[in-house]
């Protein structure tokens, strides 16, 4: 491989962790696409009011970068955006991203062994792409008749559209995921009427969210081993919810008892108690956590509806009982396109194969990382890597590690291409759908975690110390290779390319 380079599409925790993790590595010739103007990821575009991480932020940080300046155990979005520059100036980051640039499709040249990137900025070429756009980028707005119809302004929980404000008025939310139960109470005091569309009730704890007062931060700024101490603490504490999820699910009755404590003790109206109880097991769907949700709920100027949305007119929303709910602004807090809904953008590998295609019956990978017949292509945050029980962050790390030594792999040992094998990508993704039976995430609720056939795409079913050993090393006999074949081809690659 020589000096081949390196494509990451995306600059969130992902794409900017890994480009940082590969400067430490001392691997400098890599570009990061990025479609908007700043990085963040998600924790750029989810600026709706009240978004703020449901895990600890001293475990949600990279473990290289710790931050002993956390205003509260649980940050807001403004904060971790704020830490997610701060990396990327430190490391030296952004004079490796193309800023603006939007990925529109990937195609591997068998002839010279690369990928050829098409982007709204021109066409880039390298040896090695690293998808790091993330599970949960792409905006979903459900298909409901009538919706264009709509006169006020409609927006989703990601493109919160700050020039309308909701002072006054009266607001429909559509959806009851962890983006809503974070904007319900956000807004609930400003707005004249909040109407929430729920489908299903979701389980909701108090969420153990307390400021960290000056003096906490300086004793983590001045004794580094605190925040260590803590976030191995954390670690621990939340790893161990997965011997519930996994092995003993019988031990969510107790978790189960909280959450109803939780609505008993902000509730008091019986009807609306029911109407909020959730009729699924505690931890099919994510658990979320707030301490404001029914409190806003249970306020006068707000009502839950519980009866389908038919259609959306030009004032407001009609439900399946013929009622009229009048609304001068909706917002969609209905999650995003999933796996299930193909790659984030058109990929097509050996033999001008799509991956859309490939992944018609869900999106599967290799450690959650690699695909036969898509050579040189990573994911980070692929298939099945998912949590719903403790920090992305520790598992985007584990899927840094694997690139950062496959990419080391392939120039050690002059490989030009790698392509995961078939019976290895079979058996791997047979073991990892064999561990879902009789687990949370297959007790009988519909979740974005799975497909319409119900197989679950996005949840590792796992300790994330597991995902950890597993991606420690690339371990090439699990892939076809093909050896650098000359010199000329390999200097073709010695940068990311670009022809305006
Ligand atoms: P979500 O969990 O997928 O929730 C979408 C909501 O929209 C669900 O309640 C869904 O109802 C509802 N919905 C969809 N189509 C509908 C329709 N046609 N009519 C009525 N309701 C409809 O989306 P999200 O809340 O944006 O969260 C997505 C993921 O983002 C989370 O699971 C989490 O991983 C991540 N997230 C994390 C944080 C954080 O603090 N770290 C914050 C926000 C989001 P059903 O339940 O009936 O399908």
């Known amino acids: 491989m020589g000096d ?17 993790r590969l400067k430490k590595a001392g691997i400098h010739d890599f570009t990061i696409l990025e479609q908007a103007d700043d990085v963040g990821g998600t924790w750029r575009d989810n600026q709706y009011p009240g978004a703020a991480c449901d895990v600890q932020s001293h475990l949600y940080s990279y473990s290289f970068e710790r931050n002993p300046t956390w ?25 490796h991203i193309r800023f603006g640039t939007e990925v529109t499709s990937a195609r591997f040249d068998e002839r010279s062994n690369t990928w050829a990137v098409s982007t709204t900025r021109g066409l880039f070429r390298a040896r090695v792409l690293v998808s790091a ?17 709509f006169g006020g302004k409609a927006f989703h929980s990601a493109r919160w559209y700050n020039a309308c404000s909701l002072h006054g008025k009266t607001v429909g939310v559509i959806g009851t995921g962890a983006s809503a139960i974070q904007i319900v109470p956000a807004i609930a005091s400003q707005v004249n009427r909040l109407v929430l569309f729920q489908r299903t009730a979701p389980w909701v704890l108090p969420k153990p969210d307390y400021p960290i007062s000056e003096k906490w931060r300086m004793l983590f700024r001045r004794i580094p081993f605190l925040g ?16 519930a999820f996994l092995h003993f699910p019988g031990l969510m009755k107790y978790v189960t008892r909280a959450a109803t404590d939780h609505i008993a003790r902000s509730i008091s109206d019986p009807g609306m108690r029911t109407k909020l109880t959730p009729d699924y097991t505690i931890g099919c769907k994510r658990i979320l956590m707030s301490n404001e949700y ?42 995003f396109k999933t796996g ?112 319409g056939s119900g197989k679950n795409v996005a949840i590792w079913p796992g300790f994330t110390f597991q995902y950890r050993s597993l991606t420690k090393h690339f371990r090439l006999r699990d892939y076809e290779i093909v050896a650098q074949r000359s010199e000329a081809l390999t ?10």
């Open 491 to 500: 200097s073709a690659c010695a940068d990311a390319s670009i022809s305006p």
């Open 133 to 149: 756009t993330g599970g949960l980028c792409r905006p979903m707005y459900p298909n409901i008749e009538g919706a264009e119809s």
């Open 294 to 335: 029914y409190q806003a709920l249970a306020k006068p100027n707000a009502e839950v509806v519980t009866d389908g949305i038919e259609r959306i007119v030009a004032d407001g929303v009609v439900t399946a009982d013929g009622r009229h709910h009048a609304c001068d602004a909706i917002v969609y807090a209905t999650g």
């Open 340 to 451: 299930d809904d193909g790659p984030a953008f058109e990929i097509r590998g050996l033999g001008g194969m799509s991956l859309e295609e490939r992944w018609k019956d869900g999106a599967m990978a290799y450690l959650s990382a690699t695909v036969p017949d898509f050579p040189n292509l990573f994911f980070l945050c692929g298939p099945n890597s998912g949590l719903s029980h403790s920090s992305m962050v520790f598992m985007l790390e584990s899927s840094m590690s694997y690139v950062i030594d496959a990419v080391r792999t392939m120039r050690v040992r002059r490989i030009e291409r790698v392509s995961v094998k078939a019976d290895v990508f079979t058996r791997y993704n047979e073991d990892i759908q064999r561990r879902f039976p009789g687990t949370v995430w297959s007790s009988g609720c519909k979740s974005w975690y799975q497909t």
């Open 71 to 95: 205003t509260r155990t649980f940050a807001p979005q403004r904060e971790i955006l704020s830490y997610l520059r701060r990396c990327a100036d430190k490391y030296g980051v952004r004079s």
């Open 228 to 243: 260590w101490f803590l976030r191995i603490f954390l670690y621990w504490t939340l790893e161990l919810r997965v011997l």
């Open 4 to 20: 081949s380079s390196i494509l990451i599409v995306g600059s969130g925790f992902g794409g900017l962790g890994l480009g940082i």
